[in-house]
Nanobody, 117 residues
Framework: QVQLVESGGGLVQPGGSLRLSCAAS????????MGWYRQAPGKQRELVAF???????NYADSVKGRFTISRDNAKSTVYLQMNSLKPEDTAVYYCTYRTILSGFGYWGQGTQVTVSS
C-alpha cells in the first residue's frame, strides 16, 4: 500500500503561481511514475502531468510551458510548479502514482486550486 499526502493548493490571482507537493509513503518501491490529475466541477478528471522514475515527463497540452513537474526520489515526493495560472486551471488536483502492474488509479485526497481575481 502507498499513501499519498498532497499540499500547496489555495487561492491565487490569474497570472500567479502555486507549487503543489505530494509525499508518498509505504510501499513506494513499487512506484515507477508519479503525477497529477485535476478535476473541475462538472468535468472529468484529466491528466495534468507525470514523471517517471527515470525523469521523463509528460504534460497535458493545456499546461505545457506553464507547469513543471519534478520529483525527489529520495523523499518519494513529487512537485508541480504552476506558473501563469488561468481561471480554467481551477480544479481539485490529485496526486497519483503508477506501478509496473497498474496504471494511474491511486489517488491522494486532493487539494483545491482556485484561480480568481
Amino acid at each position: 500500500q502507498v499513501q499519498l499526502v498532497e499540499s500547496g493548493g489555495g487561492l491565487v490571482q490569474p497570472g500567479g503561481s502555486l507549487r503543489l507537493s505530494c509525499a508518498a509513503s509505504g510501499s513506494t518501491f513499487s512506484i515507477n511514475a508519479m503525477g497529477w490529475y485535476r478535476q473541475a466541477p462538472g468535468k472529468q478528471r484529466e491528466l495534468v502531468a507525470f514523471i517517471t522514475n527515470g525523469g521523463s515527463t509528460n504534460y497535458a497540452d493545456s499546461v505545457k510551458g506553464r507547469f513543471t513537474i519534478s520529483r525527489d526520489n529520495a523523499k518519494s515526493t513529487v512537485y508541480l510548479q504552476m506558473n501563469s495560472l488561468k481561471p480554467e486551471d481551477t480544479a481539485v488536483y490529485y496526486c497519483t502514482y503508477r506501478t509496473i502492474l497498474s496504471g494511474f488509479g491511486y489517488w491522494g485526497q486532493g487539494t483545491q486550486v482556485t484561480v480568481s481575481s
